[in-house]
Each structure stands twice: as structure tokens, then as C-alpha cells.
């Protein structure tokens, strides 16, 4: 069967491939038209082919307006060309060639995975020559589907000739009149010269603004192709190391538009750092020094007069001081990491690391002056923002300190003395991204798996898990935080262990006591004292720790005292009162600040759903919410509070499924709206309901249709 005489023909001319969009062979929104003829004779055992195609305006995914036209042929050697052009510009050439047969290829496909079928054709010639003439980087980026990155024009070549056993390879890129977002970066050269004993990288920067940047990297390396099939990667992370990289006055402006969420950079950059070590395992020796640094990174804001000191050495790396501005917050650290092994102890790569990061302290801003003059610069608190918005202003001290030894990273942080002051807390909370254990899906032909991945990702992630090596001890001292908010403040101590391990799926886990020894917060208009509070963490899940928390209420009519303990997945709430009151009237004193009346069923009911912001107070109250909704004979309670403490309440009942009966009345007059009102709702079908309002001043039906998009 395997010498038997064989021949097909296929034939596809200007195929749309909007159609294959459309049938969901490719992504949607494909388009353009693609040609192909092949013709395949010769036997099963040692065949030939040949493969002609074009293509016109092809849109696929990132690819935009690219037209191609390639050959393959496959007899007793294979060949292949291939061109590229974009409206009417080349923008590349390439042809291939290998000194195999069909037959052979055949041969290697039925033994896949074999090395003793792959070795006997290391030796057979091979050839690459790609050519890139003058593309224009702007129609490279039209090309990927990202219009107006860049500008500039990219020149190259590469040529792969010997054989897989003893290769090489030459390679050059050039880069010239680059800009991004209106801004010369200016020109960059690349040159790689590779063969069976090593490699030799060659990176050249000159930018606009003045300055250079030469780097030059050798990699004494067995390349071969014996090497790499019996060894894998090995000989390549294990292949020695040698070069130098200079700057000299270097303009980071060439940088802004290039690195990702970075709008804008500059500062000059000096340095000469030698390379040695391995691949795996790289040493520098040398200095770098960064002066007057400016980066705009997108959503959190300019980091102004950003300087840099670091030296390294074969046994030490010290970042001897780097220093910045945030707005008005000023930061400092000082970092350094070198290699010590224990005593008696062959481990060499045992790093140990100390530091220190100041913010907002006198140590942020000792010998700096404003830019431009000779005043001392003041501290100042550094802003913490989220989506472009200032969250919090920062300002104290952490130190650190530990090593990293065979996978395992022992790290210690203390924090003598720090500030957190709250400027707005997120109004919404993102949901978690991590697909739900319980979800599976079920395509044919495939296992289960859970949503976003594919399938054999958790067998992976399993199996990877289990042979995993790092690990983490981590200890936090924190002598003294002093948070502060609008409707918050406490100091918070703490000491606290934290254990992970990649090879145990809980992850993380906490051993400790956050303590809140006082501090008040504000709810329903009142303050709240902080007698005392303890989260406890037990070595378990750190999002379930055990809770001793205690507030108090002092009001001339009652004093209240909440305690909440259990766990914070099962709260236990406790409220008691001077004078003694039941549960149902200290929630409803705690809500009112009236301790006449009770809570009944002509609309007595309270709510404190958004009452309390701060951690301790949303903790508390929402479960003094828990304890009304045991008590109260209605489905619906709120309560409506402002800066003049509470300013309505309202409740409501369901009836059956489709009907709702309201009542709400307001405490506080407002002009044109009703203090006094019914409400009555009637769900007809999912997307059809009538409401009838009944107030005091205004009366309202309306019959609504709602449909979800």
C-alpha cells in the first residue's frame, strides 16, 4: 500500500473569507480572498508536493490589509518562497530551503518524538534568507491592527545557512527617524551573529535628545543541534556570559509611547556595567546613575525629579539611593541583595537582602532641594491612586530584610511608624476574576473544563503545583499605623506570620493579631467609639479570621454596647444597653436615636444597609441589620440618612410573587416631594410591571417594559 502510485489535486480560487468568518473557521470580522492549488503525487512512502497561493486585503484577527503570495515544494529537496506586501509596498521576501526528501519527512512525522529518527538529519543543509527592504513601521503597525503607534522605517536581513549540527546565522535590524505621539525617539540598530559555539548580540540606541546606549553580549554556548535534542535548553541557560553595556548621557525621552502605560519619560541615564555568570544565572559588575527622572505613568500620575545611584558587583547589588516625587509626596529607598552562603554550606546562590522605603519622612527628602533652586525640599505624604482617582496619602517607614535560599524566600518587614489617610474609598467592588470551581464546560470531543481555560490547563496547573519548589515565610511588625478617614480613625498594631507554599492549592495563609486598641467611626450620622477590637488570624484561611470586637454609643437618653465575635464568615452579634432594652428597641435607638415606641408592623422598621463605611462599622452594623431583619414583619426596611442624621424610612412587603405594597415617609420637609406616600408594584410579565404611587402631594401610575441586552 505504502509504493502504490498516488495523486490529488486541489483547487481554490478567490475563496471569501468572509464565508469561513461566518461558519466560525475564523475569527469574525475576517475578510479578503485567498487562492490555493496543490498537487500531491509520488507513493504514501515518498511523496511530493506542490503548493501555489495568494492572498488579497486579508483582515484576520490583528492582520489588516496584507496580500502574500507563496510556493512549496517538496521532492527530493524542500523549497519555499514567500512574499508580503501592503498597499503596494514589499514588506518582505524570504526563501527556504533543506536538503530532505518527502519520504523523510514522512519517515519523521510517524516517528515523532523519536531521537533516533530526528539525528541522522542534523547533518543535512539548510537555508533562510529573509529580507525586510524599507517597511514603514507606521504600515507595520496598520498591519498588527494598531493604527498611529509609530513612525519610522525598519530595514533588515537574516540568513540561516550550514546545518542544524553546525549552524549560522546573521541578523540585522535597523530602525530610523522612529517618533511616537508627536515625539522623535530617534534611531536603533540590532545585530545578532550565531553558530554552534555561541552567540554575539549587538544593541545600539541614539536618540534625539543626545546621548548613546552600546550594549554587547557573547554567549559561549553549545548551539548545535546534538546538543539541544539531547539536552534540552541546558546548554543554553548554562553557556557563559560575557560583554559590557555603556550609556553615556542617554535620553529617556526615546522611551515615552514605547513601554506599555507609559505617556511621557525623560531624565538622563549614565552607566558602564560589565556582564559575566551564565545565562540562568547573569553577574554585572559596574555603575548606573539616573538624574532628574521624569515618568507619566497612565492612571498613576508623574513621578518627578527621579534619581538613581546603583552599583553591582559579582557578590553584591546595591541600589545606594533612589529618590522621587509623587505630586507633593516624596519617597526614598535603599535596597541591596548580595550572595552569602551559610557557613559550611555548598549553596552559592543564596541571596540575602536588606532595605529600606521611606515616604513622606524627613529621610524622603534629606539633601534634596526644590528643582531648579537651593531650598531644602519639604516631606510630604505620598498620594495612592486607583483608575486615575486619589484614594489615600501615604507617608512612614518599612524596613526589610531576608534571604532567598533553594526556592524558599524568608522575608521580614517592619513598619516602625506609618500614616494612612483615606480620601474616598471605590464606590463599586470589581468582582473576582477566578472562574467558580462548581462550573464546568462540556464541549464535544473535549473533557470538561472550567470556563477561559482549555482543556488539560488544570491537569497542568496540578501537575506543575505538585513539583513546584518555592516557598514563602514572611513576618510583619507593625509598631504603630494611624489610619484616618472622613468617618474613621484608630491606630492598628499588629505582628503577624504569613506561610505560602505553590505546592499546597489553599495558597496563602496568616497566623497573628491585627489589634485596634481604640479609634471611633461614624454611622447613621453618630460616632461610634472603639473600646477595643482583635482580628485574629490562626494559621487558617487569612479571609476568615476570628473577631473580638467591641463599640460603644453614648448618647444622654441610652448608651449601647455591640460586640461581635465568631468568625468573619459567621459573625456572632451582641447588643446590650443602659438602660436595659431588648434587641429589636437598641436597633431601632441605634437607627432613630428614639427610644420611644417600638418596631411594629405600621412601619416602625429600620435598615441599615450603607450605614457604616469603615471596616469595623460595616461589620457591625451589618449584622445589627441581620438582627432586624428577625425581628421586623416586612420583607424591605431602609433608612434614609444625611448630614443631619436620619431623614426618612421606609417599608415594604411582597405578597405572592408579582405584588409589592410600600410605605415611606420622611422625617425632613422637601419642596414638591411627598413626605408621607404609598407605593404599590404589579409584575404583569417579566418584562411588563404597572407601579401606582399614593403621597400627600403627588399621585402617579405608570406601566413599564424593561428588556436586558
Excluded: W
Aim: proline share 6%; charged share 25%.
Amino acid at each position: 500500500m505504502l509504493d502504490r502510485p498516488l495523486q490529488a489535486d486541489l483547487a481554490v480560487t478567490q475563496l471569501p473569507l468572509e464565508r469561513l468568518s461566518r461558519s466560525g473557521i475564523l475569527p469574525t470580522g475576517s475578510s479578503g480572498t485567498v487562492s490555493l492549488s496543490a498537487r500531491l503525487s509520488g507513493t504514501p512512502r515518498n511523496p511530493t508536493l506542490d503548493v501555489n497561493t495568494t492572498g488579497n486585503e486579508v483582515n484576520i484577527g490583528r492582520l489588516h490589509g496584507l496580500a502574500f503570495q507563496g510556493a512549496l515544494g517538496i521532492r527530493d529537496k524542500v523549497r519555499a518562497t514567500l512574499g508580503a506586501q501592503s498597499q503596494g509596498d514589499v514588506v518582505a521576501r524570504g526563501e527556504m530551503g533543506a536538503s530532505l526528501s518527502g519520504g523523510e519527512l514522512v519517515e519523521v512525522l510517524m516517528r515523532r518524538g523519536d531521537r533516533a529518527a530526528i539525528a541522522p538529519l542534523l547533518d543535512r543543509a539548510v537555508s533562510l534568507n529573509l529580507e525586510i527592504p524599507g517597511l514603514p513601521i507606521a504600515r507595520a503597525s496598520q498591519l498588527a491592527g494598531r493604527a498611529g503607534v509609530a513612525e519610522g522605517r525598519l530595514t533588515g536581513k537574516v540568513a540561516l545557512s550550514g546545518t542544524p549540527a553546525r549552524p549560522e546565522l546573521t541578523a540585522q535590524l535597523t530602525v530610523r527617524d522612529l517618533s511616537a505621539q508627536e515625539k522623535k525617539l530617534g534611531a536603533a540598530d540590532v545585530y545578532v551573529e550565531a553558530t554552534s559555539a555561541g552567540a554575539l548580540l549587538h544593541v545600539g540606541i541614539d536618540p534625539p535628545g543626545g546621548g548613546n546606549f552600546l550594549g554587547h553580549v557573547k554567549l559561549d554556548a553549545d548551539l548545535g543541534g546534538r546538543a539541544l535534542l539531547s539536552r534540552g535548553a541546558a546548554p543554553v541557560l548554562n553557556g557563559r556570559l560575557s560583554g559590557d553595556m555603556t550609556s553615556r548621557h542617554l535620553d529617556l525621552v526615546f522611551a515615552s509611547g514605547l513601554v506599555r502605560d507609559l505617556r511621557r519619560a525623560s531624565g538622563t541615564l549614565d552607566g558602564a556595567v560589565k556582564m559575566g555568570g551564565t545565562l540562568s544565572k547573569p553577574v554585572a559588575e559596574g555603575d548606573a546613575h539616573l538624574r532628574r527622572g521624569l515618568f507619566d505613568v497612565v492612571g498613576q500620575g508623574v513621578y518627578e525629579d527621579v534619581g538613581l545611584d546603583a552599583k553591582f558587583s559579582p557578590k553584591e547589588v546595591v541600589l545606594d539611593r533612589l529618590t522621587g516625587s509623587l505630586g507633593m509626596g516624596t519617597f526614598s529607598a535603599i535596597l541591596a541583595a548580595s550572595r552569602r552562603p551559610l557557613p559550611g554550606s555548598a549553596d552559592l546562590d543564596r541571596m540575602e537582602f536588606t532595605g529600606e522605603i521611606h515616604l513622606g519622612d524627613a529621610e524622603s527628602v534629606r539633601d534634596r532641594k526644590v528643582p531648579g533652586t537651593d531650598r531644602p525640599l519639604s516631606a510630604g505624604p505620598v498620594p495612592v491612586r486607583q483608575a486615575a482617582e486619589q484614594r489615600a496619602d501615604v507617608s512612614g517607614e518599612i524596613d526589610l530584610f531576608g534571604d532567598y535560599t533553594d526556592g524558599t524566600l524568608n522575608l521580614n518587614a517592619k513598619i516602625p511608624d506609618a500614616r494612612i489617610v483615606i480620601k474616598q474609598l471605590p464606590d463599586k467592588q470589581l468582582p473576582r476574576l477566578k472562574e467558580n470551581a462548581d462550573v464546568l464546560l462540556v464541549h464535544p470531543g473535549e473533557r470538561p473544563h472550567p470556563p477561559g481555560r482549555e482543556p488539560g490547563d488544570v491537569e497542568a496547573e496540578e501537575e506543575a503545583r505538585k513539583t513546584a519548589k518555592f516557598r514563602m515565610h514572611a513576618h510583619l511588625d507593625l509598631n504603630h499605623l494611624y489610619v484616618k478617614a472622613a468617618d474613621f480613625e484608630f491606630p492598628v498594631q499588629t505582628q503577624m506570620n504569613f506561610e505560602y507554599d505553590a505546592r499546597r492549592p489553599d495558597g496563602l495563609t496568616a497566623d497573628g493579631t491585627v489589634h485596634v486598641p481604640q479609634g471611633s467611626f461614624t454611622a447613621l450620622g453618630r460616632r461610634f467609639t472603639i473600646d477595643d477590637a482583635k482580628i485574629i488570624e490562626t494559621g487558617g484561611d487569612p479571609s476568615n479570621p476570628e473577631l473580638e470586637i467591641k463599640a460603644l454609643y453614648d448618647n444622654p437618653q441610652a448608651k449601647v454596647t455591640i460586640t461581635v465575635t465568631g468568625t468573619a464568615k459567621n459573625p456572632q452579634l451582641e447588643m446590650a444597653s443602659n438602660p436595659t432594652m431588648d434587641q429589636d428597641q437598641i436597633a431601632f435607638f441605634l437607627a432613630t436615636g428614639r427610644i420611644q415606641g417600638r418596631a411594629t408592623q405600621q412601619g416602625g422598621g429600620v435598615d441599615l444597609t450603607g450605614a457604616a463605611t469603615s471596616v469595623v462599622g460595616g461589620l457591625l452594623f451589618g449584622q445589627v441589620r441581620k438582627e432586624l431583619a428577625d425581628v421586623l414583619p416586612v420583607d424591605v426596611i431602609t433608612i434614609d440618612t444625611g448630614a443631619k442624621g436620619v431623614s426618612g424610612a421606609s417599608v415594604g412587603k411582597y405578597i405572592g410573587d408579582r405584588v409589592f405594597i410600600g410605605y415611606r415617609q420622611r422625617f425632613t420637609e422637601t419642596p414638591y416631594e411627598n413626605n408621607v406616600e404609598g407605593h404599590l408594584e404589579y409584575e404583569i410579565s417579566r418584562t411588563v410591571s404597572a407601579e401606582m404611587t399614593y403621597g400627600d402631594r403627588t399621585r402617579d401610575f405608570s406601566v413599564l417594559f424593561t428588556k436586558d441586552f
